[in-house]
């Protein structure tokens, strides 16, 4: 059996990707979006959600490419002169692993992210962090910590199926999802021992801002048993802090095309929130799904 979730991120940042959100879930094959709590458009982000009960909410932690929650002042070793997350997230990683402050800071960031999350009302879906910034080992630690606190119950872990991809495309690379793969590893160990839901493997990695229709479907066609997690950011128009580069409305278009939703209306598949799948835990003895260990070996040895 195979079980999907289709996921937008960046809930919150402009309208247009509210708008787009909101049509894709009710028209298309979108169930699930990640919110950013402190983005401009959190509010109506928000507002459009309580609408749709049935769409899966889950917290998009950002702590990079984007302001804080918290007073500036209150992060300073997290932010530039103009009170925004730092950009280079190389140097960023190393100041949170060295700098006793920084990981301070980085803790009640996230509890504030996570407060503000349970204060909108939402049931909270599942939890990932922008950028990927969830695949250090010490975000990671203390976004599970701090989340269990809030009932955090499903983690994306940005595991992609290179050899599915190459299927649907032979020469397709990505060294951003090579690079990622021992810490997507690590972050995936962790989920299991905390005994959260967590999909088996995410497309979006390699095709990140360019999940066309046909790129899309394609995935939705060929899908492995188990559980999948597929997400794009979506948009009805061009907003400002969008993607460089990113194709937002053709990935709005491919969540509505009616080829992809007639496509995941087949018997073999069920779409669905992480909660929906909440008992499809990391290492879970499910049918048709690997364990971690079983898992790493495929993904190290035919990545």
């Not at 100041?95 to 909270?124: C, K, M």
């Not at 972050?187 to 990140?208: E, H, I, M, N």
């Not at 009616?258 to 909440?278: E, T, Y």
Request: with cysteine.
């Amino acid at each position: 059996m195979k079980y999907l979730i289709v996921t937008a991120d960046d809930f919150g940042a402009a309208p247009e990707v509210n708008a787009a959100v909101e049509a894709a879930h009710r028209d298309g094959v979108l169930t699930a979006a990640s919110l950013m709590v402190a983005a401009p458009a959190a509010t109506d982000a928000i507002a459009r959600a309580r609408r749709l009960p049935s769409l899966r909410v889950g917290l998009h932690l950002v702590l990079s490419d984007g302001r804080p929650l918290l007073p500036p002042s209150t992060v300073s070793h997290l932010v530039d002169e103009s009170g925004a997350f730092r950009t280079n997230l190389a140097a960023l990683g190393t100041l949170i692993a060295f700098s006793a402050g920084a990981r301070r800071q980085v803790a009640a960031e996230i509890t504030a992210q996570f407060a503000a999350f349970r204060d909108s009302g939402l049931a909270l879906d599942h939890c990932n962090a922008h950028q990927h910034l969830h695949l250090h080992p010490v975000v990671a630690e203390l976004m599970l910590s701090i989340g269990h606190s809030f009932g955090l119950r499903a983690v994306r872990v940005p595991l992609e199926r290179g050899q599915v991809l190459r299927r649907l495309k032979p020469h397709t690379h990505g060294w951003s999802a090579t690079l990622a793969l021992p810490f997507a590893l690590r972050l995936r160990r962790r989920v299991s021992a905390a005994g959260l839901a967590a999909p088996d493997r995410v497309f979006g990695l390699r095709w990140s801002g360019h999940m066309t229709r046909a790129r899309l479907l394609a995935l939705v066609r060929n899908l492995p048993d188990g559980l999948s997690e597929i997400y794009l950011h979506p948009a009805t128009a061009p907003f400002r802090g969008g993607g460089e580069g990113y194709r937002h409305r053709e990935e709005f278009e491919a969540l509505t095309d009616p080829a992809v939703v007639a496509a995941c209306r087949d018997a073999s598949l069920q779409l669905g929130g992480f909660s929906d799948f909440a008992h499809y835990a990391a290492d879970s003895p499910l049918p048709g799904k690997p364990g971690a260990a079983a898992l790493a070996h495929r993904l190290v040895l035919r990545p």
